[in-house]
């Protein structure tokens, strides 16, 4: 069940969502739902990726977690300018895939 809650928001934003949501009879509530959830999942994925640079967890852990494919994280690291870091345990987590 969804739960209400307060944020405050630059008036110029709130301006543009305002614009947006009747321009496109959009329903401003579930427009910034999604718009919330959107981001949040980048910033989760910015997150994670971040740990697998700084060496807190695996390749294998980053894609469980976002439910990527090994070939999708190689495609993320790449759009986001990062460098991979192959680990001895990275090369035997991934005999284990299917």
Known sequence: MAKPTTIRIPEDLLNEINELVQEL????????????????????????????????????????????DPWEFLTQLKARNLHLNVELEDWLDAADLP
């Open 25 to 68: 009879s959009l329903d401003r509530s579930a427009y910034l739902r999604d718009v919330l959830r959107k981001g949040f999942s980048l910033d989760k994925q910015d997150r994670l990726l971040l740990k697998y640079v700084r060496k807190e967890l695996s390749q294998m852990e980053v894609c469980k977690e976002l439910n990527w």
